[in-house]
């Protein structure tokens, strides 16, 4: 079966925590925090496309993340 090209554009939340070397506590840390990455809901599934996902890594580049 072949992947749909919006699936090869778009990034499950384990897929984004995987490429990136985050856990998913993380990644819902970020999120609760407005640090996350933009993402789509597209009906029960939440997907980040893989221009967010960069975009996200060069706003982290310049402002690192912290928790407090």
């Known amino acids: 079966m072949t992947e749909n090209l919006f ?25 609760r925090q407005g640090r996350g990455p933009r993402t789509m809901q597209i009906g029960k599934a939440k997907r980040i496309h893989v221009d967010a996902a960069e975009e996200w890594a060069r706003r982290v580049e310049r402002e690192p993340i912290t928790f407090h």
Do not use: H, K, Q, V
Not at 10 to 31: P, Q, V
């Open 7 to 31: 699936e090869i554009r778009t990034l499950s939340i384990s897929d984004f925590c995987r490429a990136y070397g985050l856990s998913r506590n993380t990644y819902y840390r970020m999120e």
